[in-house]
């Protein structure tokens, strides 16, 4: 199957039209993979990325020894919704990266919101 058929890159692609990062309201985007979970906060006016934060961040080293990985994103998402307050960015525009909203995604997103993002 051609990378352009592919129904998650179709997602991923409808989705993006929809929305884009600002300086107001960058876009905190989410992707995973089968052991880790990634965030990042990007402007897309000038491409660049304002802060991350991933299971394999050395804030949360320790942390994450056994806990489950839906408690592991939603650490994630606390994480990097503090990094995103020492940098003065309240709100946010979610991109889901063509993932369900539901899981470790949505986790993330209740972490991102418990630590006061907006979005």
Known sequence: ???????????????????????????????RSLQHIYAQVIDDTTGQTLAHASTLSPDLKGQLDESPKKDAAKKVGTLIAKKCAEKNITAVVFDRNGLAYHGRIAAVADGAREGGLQF
Request: net charge positive.
């Open 1 to 31: 199957m051609s990378e352009r058929k592919d129904p998650k890159v179709i997602r991923k692609l409808r989705i993006r039209k929809k929305i884009s990062g600002t300086p107001e309201r960058p876009r905190l985007s989410v992707y």
